[in-house]
């Protein structure tokens, strides 16, 4: 097997590389012994006991497509097709463990550059194939694969630090970039991007970008579609770039076309984004409140009028005494994290103290907030071993304005114990805060008798409705996918869907760019 | 004269009521006495003495569109026509001085509803009529009229504030609410807005959200396109919502396509927007720094380290020197104005006057922040002034990252210099700033021999071409409308006209949308 299929070895059937896994702590063996029924699951089937039907891709197409990036950079051996069909959500994750691939790419393609993207595109749709971008492989949303044949743009040779432009704060990335070789390429000019999602090990820039991808670290540094300046985005109707300007009254923002456009509009290739220095000092502290209420209402406070920290986030009642964040258990009420990140942070964490103090908060100290940090990356490792022990996790999210949130809290809550087994556990946080807003982030562990596939179809579907009636976005920051295509097409309207669907009908008139993404 | 035309013949031909106008200062006047060759104008046209073809609206047309908007809403007299037939350049004024105005609405409409809007564009595409939204009438871009037969909506009964989310803090405003009605109703609520641009006194809500406008407070609050989290815009096909939440992952953002549409895509008839407290406190003063680039540079380090004051505003050692923002002459160098609003500003104050006496900076005291927040609004009354004394007086504006600002700096002046007569004065001042860049504000005083607006028409492409050169956007917060949309198409390119032209043709088959704006 060669090298793409090496790395994607170690991650197959679960969230990322086997060796960092770790056993599952006992509190939380314990806790499945006592309360769920699981069942030892089916041993897991290797990337090599994967069986695909052969590629389809006939011999005058792989050799143009050859021509196009180099026979070195097609890859169409089982390995590593079956590892660059799918993403990482848990039905995906349970089919791999099962050795199904159902739509794996007839080959893996590894361009060099956005004119080999353009070419490439171009080719497929001379030769009735689809094309879907791959970046770090880690959707949730099914955003990776189509039924369609069609080939993976795996974008990782698409990875350098373009230029850096110290005086502006800006620096242009290519999209196949890991996050973080992207920050070590900045931490060599003193800049960091400040974008750590929970992904941030393996997602790649030009990802965060196509799917609107927001950090642990959004209060202080924003979305990643805030961080955004300027696009490179390969269609099969030649490279577009937009943005030249910090803000602009010309016209539509056509970044905010392909912002989330998920590779349905093209394939986003450079990415300039605003940098920041890297911080000289950062403070985490943990707070308790008595109740989830009364944190969100101090969320608010911070969010509304300040200070505001780098990270905020309140777990509920359930996620605290679960200590699914790993601290905070045995205070009971509701644990919120404070980061602050910056040049010097003391003021900001003494006003910020005096806020929540004011509102009711308890000082944990800097324990809690230390122990997050530590572990942020920690819950999809944490989800292999669930697995691994026969029950089932999955998250999902969503965000409202804050007067809906807790009508949207309870409905997400109702609708999930409705349509899950007996015993489940549902546990939420507030991990991303605005003004007029936040987001809502819930996790489900639970066991499913048998086909847990179907079953968490249905209590998903029943999420995503309640979503929809309580005011919710059908996704914060997880992207439509194919999973939520449904639910967002409800959500933006008959006449939101009319001008996206003419603007990939202009764009994509063969239909190659990853379809069944987004539009029906 | 019915009320629409009475309201409009205070302003005719001038910027604003004419009872607020004042006579030029007496620096001014003698200034244009010893370097301009300025000759007494023509004396103006008035309003009513403007002849203007026959309305070419037909019986049945105007009866379909009666039987919608009520006959009484429907005005087709000359006066009421000659006003709503052009926006406020000074190539707008100039013609309107000499009684002409060569694209004037067919009739005037004031829609009571969204619903009435979509009504309306259905029956002028049945009779091959264009629509042009029409708000406070202030573009200086050329947005408000098109060769086409066509109708101006005049939004001036969409005037409610529907409703207010005090704990979201959001409020949903009707798109023709001039911005002072508007904060006097959010004032209800101990709301406001905090956008102020220079328009502000006649300007609506709907022409902000439409143009992407950008006030003087946009350090602090942000532009008007960062404030909208919901739009309603009416279509011919129907009409849209779309902004449900905070911030969303659930594709591209809608918004951002209608934002800066002007009227191209649709009718925005109800804005969303983030509201905040009224300020307690509000501290305002001057600093003199030794040059425009000393100047921004400090002005960089406030927008990038902090901290961020809400206003923000550098002139160039001319327009310093002039005194065309009232305060600062005498003292050389550059006047920063720097203003903070908030619930407390003290420690803001103290801070920033810290960052900028570190960078070079010397503090004028209040005096000149105070004056230049009295009279924020007078440029464009002096204007008036000027064009009184056979002077001529206009602006253009554009915005950069920082690296590129100095090069746009001197790229503009040098295509005014060798467009302009001799002598020219040319003043600029940055007063928007980001993390990333800059805008840059030009404003133009000199006198033509004899067609001015042809005069003036060689200079501004000068300057739009070395905008585009330079690395600018063609527009930070005027809009694109007829005047900037060769160019616009340009800094777009043509994959960026093909995405929004497909958006245009599925919204707007019969094109009555605003024909000609935007696109070509």
């Not at 170690?10 to 960092?20: I, N, P």
Request: with cysteine; net charge negative.
């Amino acid at each position: 097997m060669d090298a793409i299929g090496e790395v994607h070895r170690a991650g197959w059937a679960r969230w990322g590389d086997r060796t960092k896994a770790r056993p599952l702590p006992e509190g939380v063996a314990k806790l499945l012994g006592q309360v769920f029924d699981v069942r030892p699951p089916a041993p897991v089937a290797e990337l090599d006991q994967v069986e695909l039907p052969p590629s389809a891709l006939d011999a005058a197409a792989l050799s143009a497509l050859a021509a196009i990036v180099g026979a070195e950079h097609v890859h169409a051996d089982p390995a590593a097709r079956a590892a660059h069909g799918a993403g990482k959500s848990t039905p995906d994750l349970l089919l791999q463990r099962a050795g199904a691939v159902p739509h794996a790419p007839e080959a893996v393609l590894c361009p060099a550059d956005t004119d080999q993207v353009v070419a490439v595109l171009r080719t497929c749709g001379e030769h009735g194939l689809a094309a879907v971008p791959f970046g770090g492989g880690t959707s949730v949303v099914g955003g990776l694969t189509t039924p369609a044949p069609y080939v993976a743009l795996d974008l990782r040779r698409l990875d350098r630090l373009v230029a850096v432009d110290p005086i502006s704060r800006t620096a242009v990335l290519q999209a196949g970039l890991p996050a973080p070789r992207a920050d070590e390429l900045l931490a060599e000019h003193g800049l960091t991007l400040g974008h750590v999602p929970q992904s941030y090990e393996y997602a790649t820039i030009g990802g965060f970008a196509a799917t609107r991808s927001s950090g642990q670290l959004s209060a202080g540094y924003g979305r990643f579609d805030d961080m955004v300046v300027a696009l490179a985005v390969a269609t099969p109707q030649g490279v577009l770039h937009t943005g030249r300007a910090p803000a602009s009254a010309a016209g539509p923002d056509l970044r905010e076309l392909f912002l989330g456009s998920e590779g349905a509009f093209g394939v986003i290739t450079e990415v300039t984004v605003r940098v920041r220095p890297i911080p000289a000092q950062r403070h985490y502290e943990g707070w308790r409140f008595d109740s989830f209420e009364e944190g969100a209402a101090a969320a608010r406070t911070l969010a509304q009028d300040g200070p505001k920290p780098t990270v905020l986030r309140l777990s509920d009642e359930v996620e605290t005494m679960i200590g699914a964040t790993g601290a905070g258990r045995g205070e009971g009420g509701c644990l919120l994290i404070v980061g602050h990140e910056g040049a010097e942070v003391a003021a900001a964490v003494e006003r910020t103290g005096q806020v929540l103090a004011g509102l009711g908060g308890t000082p944990l100290g800097t324990a809690p907030g230390e122990h997050w940090a530590a572990h942020r990356f920690d819950a999809p490792y944490l989800r292999d071993g669930l697995l691994d022990a026969g029950a089932f996790a999955e998250t999902l999210e969503t965000a409202a304005f804050w007067s809906a949130l807790p009508g949207l809290y309870a409905a997400v809550r109702e609708a999930l114990f409705a349509t899950l087994p007996t015993p489940s556990l549902v546990l939420c946080h507030i991990s991303h805060v605005y003004e007029t807003g936040a987001s809502l982030y819930f996790t489900i562990v639970t066991a499913y008798a048998d086909d847990a596939v179907a079953g968490w179809q249905r209590a998903k579907e029943a999420a995503n409705e309640a979503i929809l009636a309580a005011g919710g976005t059908i996704s914060h920051h997880h992207g439509v996918g194919t999973e939520h295509r449904d639910w967002y097409v409800r959500e933006i309207g008959p006449l939101g869907v009319t001008a996206l669907q003419a603007v990939k009908q202009a764009l994509d008139p063969s239909r190659v760019l990853n379809p069944g993404i987004l539009l029906p």
